[in-house]
């Protein structure tokens, strides 16, 4: 069975801090933690830490999210490249979230990046996801 390992980060650390969880664990993948270090340089999130697993082969990352007075700092995630229909941008159009208020994950061929520093470094590449 195919799961997505992007669309199952998003929807977790949707219903984590909808349900105001401190953390939330994802299965870990190079790309995921890719973007967990994106979130967690903009300040999004805490901390993630990989945990190896004993019995079997799968292998889960636990995400400390990030709240002040309650109140998420991640307020609203959105995937934009999914399996079915992948979405390129050069780096002259790629998208400003909330007019700069939020971020666009880009993966790109130096890997995965917000969308302030592809624009400066003159880097295009897939979106992979909004945050704001």
């Given at each position: ?21 401190p ?14 270090k ?42 934009i ?52």
């Amino acid at each position: 069975m195919f799961i997505d390992p992007i669309a199952d980060l998003i929807v977790r650390i949707k219903n984590a801090t909808k349900a105001r969880h401190p953390n939330c664990a994802i299965y870990t993948s190079n790309l995921t933690t890719a973007i967990l270090k994106v979130l967690k340089d903009e300040g999004y999130i805490v901390s993630y830490e990989p945990k190896k697993s004993r019995k079997s082969n799968i292998n889960k990352t636990v995400i400390t999210l990030k709240y002040k007075d309650q109140v998420p700092a991640i307020t609203g995630i959105k995937q934009i490249s999914k399996p079915g229909l992948r979405v390129y941008q050069e780096s002259k159009k790629l998208p400003r979230v909330l007019s700069g208020l939020g971020i666009a994950v880009v993966s790109t061929s130096q890997g995965v990046v917000t969308d302030k520093f592809a624009r400066v470094n003159h880097l295009g590449g897939e979106i992979i996801a909004y945050v704001w």
